[in-house]
């Protein structure tokens, strides 16, 4: 997958079937992972640019990730594939809970990962999104989402963050995306940041998920968990 500024996007999939490491399989089960291994290793001399791409994460459960970099380095030594041989301080490791797109949000939070990427507009997303969790965990009135508590937060303008997710700008209804405009605009001029994430990247995914708006606020608003979402 490639993640870019604003979406998450599936270059290539690539489904094989492993037999298990046991007994007189052994021999199956090597030759099928080698296999595997050469499918993956021509996506990605297909797909990355390093004139483009900033980093290569390579990520997975357990020790797969470990064994296709090994795979990866003899053959670029073996068949002198210069472009990984020039790029292998760009690519790295990060565990992941799955091979499943969902994970992306971990593989992401990875210290190593956020170092590469740390300019780029999808790292400030996953960033804004963290701290926002973060606040909600450990000083929930300082944290709200739903378009109501949002609204209400923005009129004491209690907002220091504002989190959106680029489909509440395609509503059908004209009012309704003229408001979120207005909030944009208003949270700018009172000197808010404002992350506008894109409901095609994984943390635009995630943000939806809480009805696509909330915030960190400057201050505590307890009585806001006292009025109806």
Do not use: W
Not at 66 to 85: C, N, P, S, T, W
Not at 170 to 182: C, F, G, L
Request: with cysteine; hydrophobic share 40%; glycine share 4%.
């Amino acid at each position: 997958m490639t993640v870019l500024n604003s979406i998450t996007a599936t270059r290539s999939r690539i489904e094989t079937s492993i037999p298990r490491k046991h007994g007189p399989a052994i021999a199956g089960y090597e030759s099928a992972l080698k296999k595997f291994f050469e499918h993956v290793l021509q996506a990605l001399l297909k797909h990355i640019d390093f004139e483009v791409v900033q980093c290569v994460v390579i990520a997975s459960p357990g020790f797969t990730k470990d064994q296709f970099r090994d795979y990866m380095h003899l053959e670029a030594a073996r068949r002198d594939l210069r472009v990984i041989i020039e790029n292998k301080s760009r690519i790295i490791l990060a565990h992941a809970p799955s091979g499943y797109k969902h994970s992306l949000k971990e593989v992401l939070d990875t210290p190593g990962v956020m170092s590469l990427i740390k300019d780029t507009k999808a790292a400030q997303e996953v960033q804004a999104l963290k701290e926002f969790f973060a606040m909600l965990t450990n000083d929930s009135a300082r944290a709200c989402y739903g378009p109501k508590h949002v609204e209400v937060a923005h009129e004491r303008l209690a907002i220091q963050t504002l989190l959106m997710t680029d489909t509440l700008f395609r509503n059908t209804d004209i009012a309704s995306r003229r408001k979120y405009v207005n909030l944009v605009e208003s949270v700018k001029k009172y000197g808010g940041t404002v992350h506008i994430f894109s409901s095609m990247h994984v943390s635009g995914d995630q943000l939806a998920q809480l009805t696509g708006i909330a915030a960190i606020l400057r201050f505590p608003l307890p009585d806001l968990e006292d009025i109806e979402m």
